[in-house]
T-cell receptor, first 113, second 113 residues
Framework: AAGVIQSPRHLIKEKRETATLKCYPIPRHDTVYWYQQGPGQDPQFLISFYEKMQSDKGSIPDRFSAQQFSDYHSELNMSSLELGDSALYFC????????????FGAGTRLSVL | GENVEQHPSTLSVQEGDSAVIKCTYSDSASNYFPWYKQELGKGPQLIIDIRSNVGEKKDQRIAVTLNKTAKHFSLHITETQPEDSAVYFCAASLNQAGTALIFGKGTTLSVSS
């Protein structure tokens, strides 16, 4: 079965640069979520979207922004990158008729040097 | 906001033994409790979930129990196998699409043969 697709899988950036992470949800899924996972830590919720509208917001820095497009894919834009932004970034998707069952992608590993 | 505590942080068992991981949550409004398995370098994989209108759910060697009054829920794995070795996360949320999953800190399960 098709899963959540994230790109790129790995990304290396310098401090103060910008990065864009992309997420393609499972076909027919209409809700996307972004999580950040530091080394040895649990995933921390950043933000979610349903039908292109922000649904819930967590501990997302002001330097980050995200949006969902009409084809339901989502992009996480990160500016003025800091060393502390180095982490795994996961996207998850769900179908509104299936409550909050979230399926995760393989993640993007961001390294800020 | 919701806070999820998970114990133990590490668990080592012999192949064939049972493993139990316990979580507590703080927000009585939470009514959806999924469990995820995360292998090294991969995204969290949903293995089982339970809603607050159910006290127990079983899927082959995996079972989850929920005590709403005590705000406790637990994962039980029977007849453990080496391939069960991974990090397991519990989570709590509202059973509503678009809402954040709040994760516990994770349990590293090691199954030795």
């Amino acid at each position: 079965a098709a899963g959540v697709i994230q790109s790129p899988r790995h990304l290396i950036k310098e401090k103060r640069e910008t990065a864009t992470l992309k997420c393609y949800p499972i076909p027919r899924h209409d809700t996307v979520y972004w999580y950040q996972q530091g080394p040895g830590q649990d995933p921390q919720f950043l933000i979610s979207f349903y039908e292109k509208m922000q649904s819930d917001k967590g501990s997302i820095p002001d330097r980050f922004s995200a949006q969902q497009f009409s084809d339901y894919h989502s992009e996480l834009n990160m500016s003025s990158l800091e060393l502390g932004d180095s982490a795994l970034y996961f996207c998850a998707s769900s179908l509104v008729g299936q409550a909050n069952i979230q399926y995760f992608g393989a993640g993007t590993r961001l390294s800020v040097l | 906001g919701e806070n999820v505590e998970q114990h133990p942080s590490t668990l080592s068992v012999q192949e064939g033994d049972s493993a139990v991981i316990k979580c507590t949550y703080s927000d009585s409004a939470s009514n959806y409790f999924p469990w995820y398995k995360q292998e090294l370098g991969k995204g969290p994989q949903l293995i089982i979930d339970i809603r607050s209108n159910v006290g127990e759910k079983k899927d082959q060697r995996i079972a989850v129990t929920l005590n709403k009054t005590a705000k406790h829920f637990s994962l039980h794995i029977t007849e453990t196998q080496p391939e069960d070795s991974a990090v397991y996360f519990c989570a709590a949320s509202l059973n509503q699409a678009g809402t954040a999953l709040i994760f516990g800190k994770g349990t590293t399960l090691s199954v030795s043969s």
